[in-house]
């Protein structure tokens, strides 16, 4: 009988890091493709909250590419998306007919 017991090892934690910063961005959008998030290489961002402030139904999706067929949720107007995931990639979105407003808000970490 062999007994192989592993020797403790103090894990490493990486501290837990709180937005303390954020910004807000209003965006028209037209029935065309528009980056309403950048894509974000340092990975600070902590969420996202797309809000619909227009009169007409808007479409986004996490990624570059939006389409009537492609895309991650409709925002009817007063409508919100809040995403705690911490996605760091573009966000792009477009109306789905007529012009309308999206507000952005991204938490980040200024490091």
């Known amino acids: 009988m062999t007994l192989f017991n ?3 090892q103090a894990s490493q934690q990486q501290p837990t890091s709180f937005s303390n910063s954020n ?4 965006f028209s959008l037209t029935t ?10 340092g990975r600070n961002r902590k969420g996202a ?3 619909n402030a227009g009169t007409a139904n808007a479409i986004f999706n996490l990624g570059t590419t939006v389409s009537p067929t492609i895309f991650t949720a409709e925002l009817l107007p ?6 705690p995931s911490g996605w760091q990639g573009p966000i792009v979105a ?13 938490p980040i970490v200024i490091i």
Request: aromatic share 8%.
């Open 94 to 106: 477009r109306a789905t007919s007529s012009p309308t407003v999206i507000n952005v808000t991204e």
């Open 49 to 51: 909250i797309l809000y």
């Open 32 to 41: 065309a493709t528009t980056t309403i998030a950048p894509d974000r290489p």
């Open 78 to 83: 007063g409508g919100y998306f809040s995403d």
């Open 6 to 8: 592993i020797s403790p």
């Open 23 to 26: 910004t807000t961005v209003s």
